[in-house]
């Protein structure tokens, strides 16, 4: 019963906006809109090659030493930035995006060792922390399927992508559980992971949304999946160890793109063009 | 799209190779490995690591081309203290070893088919092998029998299987403590060596001599010429790459520093101080240490390339060119111990380096570092 009345009053409500946007038409033609965007994003790692620095012989414990990595719900960033779009006809809008965005991924690795002396194993997992900052300028198409009040809306494009810092540190303890509780664990120095990676990257931007506007100002909520075409570590440089992580925890970087998962809310004014 | 081909579609240009660091694994916390040479493979692109564990056992491992682990075999224990020399004589790999019982040399020749060893020369006249060379057409084998106070220098017949000519050097002194220390590697490792000079006039020992650890030159007769002494134990020369025409490469230590004489000229006949060959000396190297020095390729031109380890536990490579100048470092590692056994050059003109490292802070493994073409060439001016 309480169900049913909850879904009456959503129904009521949408009816009533539909209604209301019906009766009113928003002019977009030849119109710059400036604003401000902030979001979170979620990144996953697509991983194309392993690399280990222990190598795995016969007389090594059993199980592998693949970073097992979290999932995109886990690794989640920052972004925000300036929104700036043209619209060429009522429907159609091309978008530049310039901000700043903060990608992090973990993963885990665990060690065994037996320890002949003492009777007893030594165990090390530890989880491995990633932050990468970049700037971020996407250039995106979009399309608004309605010209009312509220618009919804798909976007496609390309972003170019400059790493301006990376960073990592690595939480430890003793137990393998598949767990690494920061609070509790023992820290690592932040290790600068910058000259690991290749700074430029370029990515393919695909989402959607919808639009609130007014005469005086727009409200876009709007999510977009973007995938970066080229791999993130620089090859030549995985094992120079800048962060001297490397032999300390065992840590080298895998080759893999990234998959990012952005929701941002944006702010935006009309401007009227003038030529 | 155009752009976007541009940008991501078009590839540099293919490298030969990739730097890489490997460590190999051991469940056993506390077996210690000790590395003791490298040599490429006779059969294939792979590589053969000689290391030793647990004290004086002997372990072969097979790596590929990227370091990748291929196969091991620990040698029994009728097999003990391989030298640090890993030889390829007639285009077979051997190991030159001691039997544990009788003390003498035993000669080992790699299968790395069957991944074992066959036992093919017993030389019983040789107690306490220290060290083995082959110069291309004779093999040499060093040795320091205990109580004897005295070390040797053999030259093995053709056939690797009795010694043709034997010179003997008074140490004057009991140094069994420190030999058998270096020989089941349960302290400082003594930089024992034999070399041959390019002209294959003189024969080159690094050992104890008269009361001293000191260099000495033997002619072809394996009769003394001429000598370096070393400041008693403590110092004189602990690695040497002979360049031809008197010339010579070498690191010494003294005072507890190490010094670099990338290109110097010795009189083989001469007797001489160690310690008063003009060097430069390097307060952050670790002189406790080993330090391997060899000449190397890069771009066409022969360098000398000395690696050591710091005492801030890196590992420093110098390159010096032909006037001995130094013309390139690079340190390799951070905060965990890293201590170089051996390194050669790689058919891709990589720098592979066998070394010996710590995981956890404290269990000794044996690791590989290759430093690219492309390393090297940048780290020239």
């Not at chain 1, 965007?37 to 194309?48: A, K, L, R, Y």
């Not at chain 2, 053969?48 to 002997?58: A, P, Q």
């Not at chain 2, 690696?307 to 590992?315: D, E, H, K, V, Y």
Request: proline share 4%.
């Amino acid at each position: 019963m309480k169900i049913g009345k909850v879904v009456l009053l959503a129904w009521l409500v949408c009816v009533s906006i539909q209604l209301h946007a019906q009766r009113k038409y928003v002019y977009r033609k030849d119109r710059f809109f400036v604003g401000s965007f902030v979001g979170m994003n979620f990144t996953q790692p697509i991983v194309s090659d392993r690399y280990n620095i222990l190598e795995q012989t016969p007389q090594s414990a059993a199980g592998d030493f693949e970073k097992k990595y979290k999932t995109l719900a886990q690794n989640r960033g920052g972004n925000y930035g300036l929104y700036v779009s043209f619209a060429y006809t009522k429907y159609f809008s091309l978008i530049i995006q310039p901000g700043f965005r903060s990608q992090r991924f973990n993963y885990m690795t665990s060690y065994a060792w037996e320890d002949t002396l003492n009777v007893t194993n030594i165990n090390k997992e530890m989880l491995h922390r990633q932050k990468i900052s970049n700037v971020s300028i996407p250039v995106l198409t979009r399309w608004d399927f309605t010209t009312r009040h509220f618009s919804p809306f798909l976007q496609v494009g390309l972003s170019a992508d400059f790493i301006y810092f990376a960073s990592k540190s690595v939480f430890y303890d003793t137990k393998i559980d598949g767990e690494v509780d920061r609070k509790s664990a023992n820290q690592s120095s932040v290790g600068d992971l910058t000259n690991h990676m290749r700074k430029f990257n370029v990515g393919l931007v695909g989402g959607g949304g919808i639009t609130y506007y007014r005469e005086s100002f727009a409200m876009t909520l709007a999510s977009n999946v973007k995938y970066g075409l080229r791999n993130v570590i620089d090859d030549q440089k995985r094992y120079s160890d800048f962060t001297g992580f490397g032999v300390e925890y065992l840590d080298v970087m895998d080759q893999f793109k990234l998959l990012d998962l952005d929701i941002q809310l944006t702010v935006m004014i009309p401007i009227h063009k003038k030529w | 799209m155009a752009v976007l081909w541009i940008v991501v579609g078009c590839k540099k240009d293919p490298v030969d190779s990739f730097p890489y660091m490997k460590i190999y694994d051991e469940k056993e916390g506390n077996k210690s490995f000790l590395p003791l040479s490298i040599v490429k493979s006779p059969v294939d692109n792979g590589y053969v690591i000689l290391s030793s564990f647990e004290g004086w056992k002997i372990q072969i491992t097979k790596i590929d081309n990227e370091g990748g682990f291929l196969w091991n075999y620990e040698l029994p224990d009728a097999y003990v203290n391989a030298v640090p020399s890993l030889l390829i004589i007639n285009n077979e790999l051997v190991i030159v070893c001691m039997d544990p019982v009788g003390l003498y040399t035993q000669l080992l020749r790699i299968d790395e088919t069957n991944h074992t060893v066959i036992d093919f020369s017993s030389i019983e006249e040789v107690l306490y092998p220290t060290y083995a060379h082959f110069d291309g057409q004779s093999l040499y084998i060093q040795n320091c029998p205990l109580q004897s106070q005295m070390m040797g220098v053999h030259r093995v017949n053709q056939a690797l299987d009795t010694v043709e000519k034997s010179g003997y050097l008074n140490i004057f002194t009991n140094v069994d403590d420190k030999v058998l220390d270096h020989l089941t590697n349960d302290g400082k490792k003594i930089p024992f060596f034999l070399q041959t000079t390019p002209e294959k006039d003189f024969v080159i020992m690094n050992g104890f001599y008269n009361y001293s650890f000191s260099t000495v030159f033997l002619n072809n007769n394996l009769e003394f010429e001429g000598v370096l002494n070393g400041a008693g134990f403590d110092g004189g020369i602990c690695a040497l790459q002979p360049l031809g025409a008197s010339t010579f490469s070498i690191a010494r230590t003294s005072n507890h520093n190490l010094f670099y004489a990338p290109k110097v000229i010795l009189d083989p006949t001469q007797i001489e101080m160690a310690t008063s060959i003009v060097a430069q000396g390097n307060s952050e190297l670790d002189d406790e240490k080993t330090v391997v020095v060899k000449e190397v390729t890069i771009k066409g031109v022969t360098y000398e390339a000395f690696i050591s380890s710091t005492r801030s536990n890196q590992l420093l490579l110098c390159i010096y060119n032909e006037n001995g100048i130094l013309v390139g470092k690079k340190y390799i590692g951070k905060n965990i111990p890293m201590v170089p056994c051996d390194f050669l050059q790689t058919p891709e003109k990589d720098i592979l380096l066998v070394l010996q490292t710590k995981i956890l802070g404290s269990f000794n493994r044996i690791a590989t570092v290759n430093i690219t073409k492309l390393e090297l060439e940048e780290m020239l001016p």
